[in-house]
C-alpha cells in the first residue's frame, strides 16, 4: 500500500525550529520529487519546498527562503522539512506530497501523485 505519512509537526514559539519528516512506505521516495505543501485556515494550499529525484535540487517560496531546509535520506526513504526562526504566519497544516516525473514544483499542486495526511505546525506565544 503507497503512503506517505507526515511527523514532527506540535506548537512553538516564534523564533523556535521544527523538523518534519516525510515517510514513504509502498514506493521508494529516491525515485519521486518530494514536495511540501501548507493550508492554513480560511487560504489556499500552497508550496513551501521541493526537493527533485535525479539531482536533488531545491526550491523554495520566498516566503521560507533562509528559514526552510528540505532535505532527503534515501537510505531511511525519508524526506525531511528542518523550519528555523518560525513565525506566526508559518501556522498550518504541513503536507507532503511525492512527484512520479521526479521534477517537483511549488507553483502547483497538480503534478503530484501521493499526499499525506497532514500534520499541524502552530507558531504562537
Known amino acids: 500500500q503507497v503512503q506517505l505519512m507526515e511527523s514532527g509537526g506540535g506548537l512553538v514559539q516564534p523564533g523556535g525550529s521544527l523538523r518534519l519528516s516525510c515517510a514513504a512506505s509502498g514506493f521508494t521516495l529516491e525515485y519521486y520529487a518530494i514536495g511540501w505543501f501548507r493550508q492554513a485556515p480560511g487560504k489556499e494550499r500552497e508550496g513551501v519546498s521541493c526537493i527533485s529525484s535525479s539531482d536533488g535540487r531545491t526550491y523554495y517560496a520566498d516566503s521560507v527562503k533562509g528559514r526552510f531546509t528540505i532535505s532527503r535520506d534515501n537510505a531511511k526513504n525519508t524526506v525531511y522539512l528542518q523550519m528555523n526562526s518560525l513565525k506566526p504566519e508559518d501556522t498550518a497544516v504541513y503536507y507532503c506530497?511525492?512527484?512520479?516525473?521526479?521534477?517537483?514544483?511549488?507553483?502547483?499542486?497538480?503534478?503530484?501523485?501521493?499526499w499525506g495526511q497532514g500534520t499541524q505546525v502552530t507558531v504562537s506565544s
Open positions: 506530497a511525492a512527484d512520479g516525473s521526479g521534477i517537483g514544483t511549488i507553483v502547483s499542486d497538480e503534478p503530484y501523485d501521493y
